[in-house]
């Protein structure tokens, strides 16, 4: 709706993270159970993340076309697009860990079926590719009014990029800061999608 209207702010108060195979979607089904939906797909939940919640980028790269009749450019070409979510994870488990580190994952430390509590995870020697889909929601409350709306942002095929440094101190819990960078589909295909939940929009089809 045009023109000014605070119901139509967004605060994105709490929300979760969840990851996927690669080529998954965000769930459409919007149910009392959001965590339900979301585990009916395939998603995993990835858990608690620092107070800062997600940093959503979108940086566009334009050439420019300069000509010798004028000073300034007659025209731009898109070269580059690059969509990211940022984080930090708070939880250490068998999703977390292998989704920073770069794929892989936790085995047992004995010889089968020995029951035991002890684990190991195995850093590669060598980079692979660890594609994935993440996936967001958040809910708000309309300025005045009582009334909840969810988002959901999906990156259906993306990967790891760029991995914080894990700092280990006695006075503050220790992180997975991830950036996730999304891939291309194919040409025709979404990067991303948003999945609202909202009746401030209105359609145009």
Known sequence: MAGANSSEIRVAGSGRLYVAAAGTEAPVA???????????????????TTADGV???KKDKLEPVDSWQAVSPIHFVYSDRDLTLKFSLLQFNEDTLPFF???????????????T???RYDIAERAYADVRALGLEF????????TAVKYRFAI???????????????????????????????????LASFVMKDNSYSATV
Not at 105 to 115: L, M, N, R, V, Y
Not at 157 to 174: C, E, N, P, W
């Open 156 to 190: 259906p095929r993306g990967q790891v990029t760029a991995s914080d440094d894990i700092k280990l101190a006695r006075k503050s819990a220790a992180t997975l800061g991830i950036t996730f960078t999304a891939m291309s589909r194919g040409e025709g295909k979404a």
């Open 30 to 48: 919007f149910t009392d159970n959001s965590s339900a939906d979301w585990t009916a797909g395939g998603w995993k939940d990835l858990g608690f």
């Open 139 to 146: 809910t708000d409350v309309k300025a005045g009014t009582n």
């Open 101 to 115: 580190m770069g794929g892989g994952e936790i085995k047992t430390e004995g010889t089968p079926p020995a029951t």
């Open 117 to 119: 509590d002890v684990y």
């Open 55 to 57: 940093t959503f980028a």
